[in-house]
């Protein structure tokens, strides 16, 4: 019977060009965009990093008091303070601080001018904790940390430019006139958004850095940060010579990660924040009640002031969607014009004995079929979208789309989900034709 239902929608579709044409190409349409706007939003809001998000925690601490937080909330980053206690501390299986800071490259080759290069203060764990890759080499050791060493992890694209991409490990490379040891280059370790550090980075979707060096040596040589600079009161300001002032300010500037593998693990350092807080307000610093918060990786990383997700990506989505409910409702309608123009055939169909279901049957599978044909023509608009992206959305996102086999079958898949939809309020009228009244007036 299915052969014979199939057989019946091809005949009425040859019957009913126009029609069919129209409902093809309503969903297509509509399918098309939809999928292109959730190709970028997936891109966007994905997670960078799902082999172990799920053990990754930014511990806050309200250094600034209720007059001075926003909403009652602590600060996104840490005072040099806190930061330096929560390393040394070692609570978590790994902690990571992190800041931005701009270095000049002197290249060996004197044909090569001088450059600023961004790049990352970090601390040993950082390329453990986010699974960096490495092309040659590896990370700096705690030990290195404890000893300020003149110690560099490379991009391979920089390495590309000052070694021609070759094995540059225990190579040198001169930054701010400062001699340093290259102990690792990364393999193509691009991470978008950069999660890790999406508060010192006015654009988390932009190039990564190009040089991770360890967060003690930047701190000796007093490495201002390029990244947010957060202060309750005019404390200080970065860019003066008083470094030490700095330091031992209540502004807030570094970004802090812990990795906590257990539930368990994630409650004693709750408990070990609520207290450390505690101790400051008893040794003076906070004149308020402990404020602390342990945010897990996906609601740290979706937080507004963040802005991770680019609003036009969500706003796009959220269009298109509209935009293929505008189609659903329209196809609702040429549906019912479509099936119910056919009410003679009905009513002979169930005169000679035909049931309801079967009727049902015969109509959702002719609306099956046009709704693959709605589906392939979404997945060649789809194509065609996708190969235009980055003239709508930004280039960084829209080189991080794709269109893959999931892409494809939900294309398909929601392009038959659609149509069957549609045709269910159609299908119920047909199938509810009074078969005698029809013999009445055709008779």
Not at 71 to 85: M, V
Not at 225 to 238: E, L, R
Not at 342 to 363: C, D, K, N, T
Not at 397 to 416: E, G, N, P
Request: hydrophobic share 45%.
């Amino acid at each position: 019977m299915l052969g014979y239902y199939f057989d019946l929608a091809l005949r009425s579709c040859r019957r009913s060009k126009a029609l069919t044409a129209l409902v093809v190409v309503l969903m297509g349409c509509g399918v098309a965009t939809c999928m292109i706007s959730f190709a970028v939003f997936r891109a966007a809001a994905a997670d960078p990093i799902p082999q172990k998000s799920h053990q990754l925690f930014v511990p806050q601490i309200d250094n600034f008091g209720p007059a001075h937080n926003w909403k009652s909330e602590p600060p996104i980053l840490l005072s040099y303070t806190d930061a330096e206690a929560l390393l040394h501390a070692r609570q978590a299986r790994r902690q990571v601080l992190i800041y931005g800071s701009k270095w000049t490259v002197l290249p060996d080759d004197a044909r090569q001018p001088p450059f600023p290069q961004e790049g990352d203060a970090v601390s040993s764990d950082f390329f453990a904790m986010f699974d960096a890759r490495f092309r040659y080499g590896g990370g700096w050791s705690s030990h290195a940390d404890e000893q300020r060493a003149a110690v560099v992890v490379i991009s391979s694209a920089l390495n590309q430019k000052l070694f021609s991409g070759a094995n540059s490990v225990g190579r040198e490379i001169n930054l701010d006139a400062h001699v340093y040891r290259i102990v690792g280059v990364l393999d193509d370790w691009e991470p978008r958004p950069r999660f890790f550090d999406v508060a010192s980075t006015y654009y988390p979707f932009s190039h990564p850095r190009q040089l991770y060096l360890p967060f003690s040596r930047a701190i000796d040589l007093h490495k201002a940060t390029t990244g947010q600079f957060y202060c309750s009161t005019n404390t200080v300001d970065p860019d003066l010579p008083d470094w030490n002032s700095v330091l031992r300010s209540e502004c807030a500037w570094i970004a802090a990660w812990v990795e906590l593998p257990a539930r368990a693990d994630v409650a004693h350092y709750r408990d070990w924040l609520r207290n450390y807080a505690a101790e400051q307000q008893r040794l003076g610093r906070f004149d308020w009640p402990p404020n602390v918060r342990l945010s897990d990786f996906m609601q740290w990383l979706h937080q507004d002031n963040f802005n991770v997700i680019p609003k036009s990506s969500t706003l796009s989505l959220i269009v298109s969607v509209s935009f293929l409910l505008i189609c659903l409702v329209n196809v609702v309608g040429l549906m019912l014009a479509r099936f119910m123009r056919r009410a003679p055939e009905i009513g002979v169909r169930r005169a000679l004995g035909a049931s309801r279901g079967a009727i049902y049957r015969q109509f959702l599978i002719e609306a099956a079929v046009i709704g693959l044909a709605g589906g392939l023509l979404g997945l060649l608009l789809t194509a065609l979208g996708m190969a235009g992206i980055g003239k709508v959305f930004e280039p960084e996102i829209a080189q991080l789309t794709r269109l893959d086999a999931s892409l494809f079958l939900l294309t398909v898949v929601v392009a038959l989900l659609v149509t069957l939809i549609a045709a269910l309020y159609p299908t119920w009228r047909a199938a509810h034709v009074q078969p005698a009244w029809q013999l009445k007036v055709n008779g």
